[in-house]
Antibody, heavy 125, light 117 residues
Framework: QVQMQQSGPGLVQPSQTLSLTCAIS??????????WNWIRQSPWRGLEWLGR?????????EYAVSVKSRITINSDTSRNQFSLQLNSVTPEDTAVYYC???????????????WGQGSLVTVSS | QSVLTQPPSVSGAPGQRVTISCTGS?????????VHWYQQLPRTAPKLRTA?????????NRPSGVPDRFSGSKSGTSASLAITGLQAEDEADYYC???????????FGGGTKVTVL
């Protein structure tokens, strides 16, 4: 059974960096069949896929265009976890952030079968 | 506004059948990308909701443990989730998800709240 445990601060000041970590158990961040995603949910943007990291002979990162200039997703194989950094945040980045495992060999078959518990991050001074 | 369009709410009495539509376009569902469905149960703590749970994948497949009361279908640029024999525990928000080639991203519907009368 895959479990994903999120951690990180719940309050970030405007213009600063949002940082979250997702620890994985029951699977490996280096899995050659899974990818590791960040998704957020807010009343104004709904559910929004932000990006993913995955290993297929080498590490790959893919990001949504809406956040591409501000986002970094890294993996830590020694701790079997991955992280999200979102720079230059504004109040519009206030949301519940989820990490999720993605499975599927093609873009169309790709779905999110395990999710972290969610982290409410508020951007405010 | 979400790329995939869902009705904000549907309701039904216990035992009834309800359906939730998910309408896309030629760059997502109409491009033969599969549709997946998620159930998000009501919040259990202030300001924090439960995480979405995969309910249907690849248009009409149920993960292990999902009751066969839930079924999915897809046609053209739309997909549907059906719940037969509605139960009180089915009261939740439901989201569809697919891939959009124009955005080069995975996208979700705006969600549909199911109320059991």
């Amino acid at each position: 059974q895959v479990q994903m445990q999120q951690s990180g601060p719940g309050l970030v000041q405007p213009s600063q960096t949002l940082s979250l970590t997702c620890a994985i158990s029951g699977d490996s961040v280096s899995s050659k069949s899974a990818a590791w995603n960040w998704i957020r949910q807010s009343p104004w943007r709904g559910l929004e896929w932000l990006g993913r990291t995955f290993y297929r002979s080498k590490w790959h990162n893919e990001y949504a265009v809406s956040v591409k200039s501000r986002i970094t997703i890294n993996s830590d194989t020694s701790r079997n976890q991955f992280s999200l950094q979102l720079n230059s945040v504004t109040p519009e980045d206030t949301a519940v952030y989820y990490c999720a495992r993605g499975m599927g060999n093609t873009p169309g078959s790709y779905n999110f079968d395990y999710w972290g518990q969610g982290s409410l991050v508020t951007v405010s001074s | 506004q979400s790329v995939l369009t869902q009705p904000p709410s549907v309701s039904g009495a216990p035992g009834q059948r309800v359906t939730i539509s998910c309408t896309g376009s030629s760059s997502n569902i109409g491009a033969s990308y599969n549709v997946h469905w998620y159930q998000q149960l009501p919040r259990t703590a202030p300001k924090l909701r439960t995480a979405p749970k995969l309910l249907i994948y690849d248009n009409n497949n149920r993960p292990s443990g999902v009751p066969d009361r839930f079924s999915g279908s897809k046609s053209g640029t739309s997909a549907s989730l059906a719940i037969t024999g509605l139960q009180a525990e089915d009261e939740a928000d439901y989201y569809c998800q697919s891939f959009d080639s124009s955005l080069d991203a995975w996208v979700f519907g705006g969600g549909t709240k199911v109320t059991v009368l």
